[in-house]
């Protein structure tokens, strides 16, 4: 309440006028629109002289997403929260499939496929379908539900349940 007071006094306002314009500042989800929204408020009871310098530095969420992140920065993120940084501030662009040659075909012990790709991806099988794959055939990995990937033979419609191991 203090501050808020010493805000009206500042900007020349009662008390309840500088509380509904910081708390309504305050409701703004957007982190920049919030921040616009205090700026505009100070901006229009305190013009800036020509003597001020405003930072010119980019704001710590842009200055992340142009500098590719260290172990550090990343460090506590969930997953995906890392990975998404990690591709915004590489420009990687999403898709949704790859379509490859085999270059290699091993069924693990317990009869699941181990196919190597000629990007040298090994993907492994997941599930226990039968999916006759076999060296230079060329196949199709696609994204699925819940961040699992599915393979198929781009010349058959079984597709078979595999993450990646490399």
């Not at 500098?67 to 501030?89: C, H, Q, Y």
Request: proline share 2%.
């Amino acid at each position: 309440m203090k501050g808020i007071l010493l805000a009206s006094l500042l900007f020349g306002q009662s008390a309840s006028l500088a509380e509904e314009t910081w708390i309504t500042c305050r409701q703004i989800v957007d982190i920049a629109l919030r921040v616009a929204c205090y700026d505009d408020y100070v901006d229009t009871r305190l013009p800036m002289k020509s003597s001020d310098s405003a930072e010119t530095s980019a704001p710590p969420e842009l200055a992340e997403s142009t500098t590719t992140p260290d172990a550090e920065s990343l460090f506590g993120a969930n997953d995906a929260e890392a990975k998404r940084i990690v591709e915004m501030s590489l420009a990687i662009e999403q898709i949704d499939n790859i379509i490859m040659t085999v270059t290699d075909v091993q069924e693990s012990a317990t009869k699941r496929l181990i196919v190597t790709l000629e990007s040298g991806q090994v993907w492994q099988q997941l599930d226990d379908k039968r999916l006759h794959i076999k060296t230079g055939e060329t196949v199709t990995i696609r994204k699925a539900s819940l961040g699992s990937f599915l393979m198929e033979k781009n010349s058959g419609s079984r597709a078979i349940r595999v993450k990646r191991i490399n």
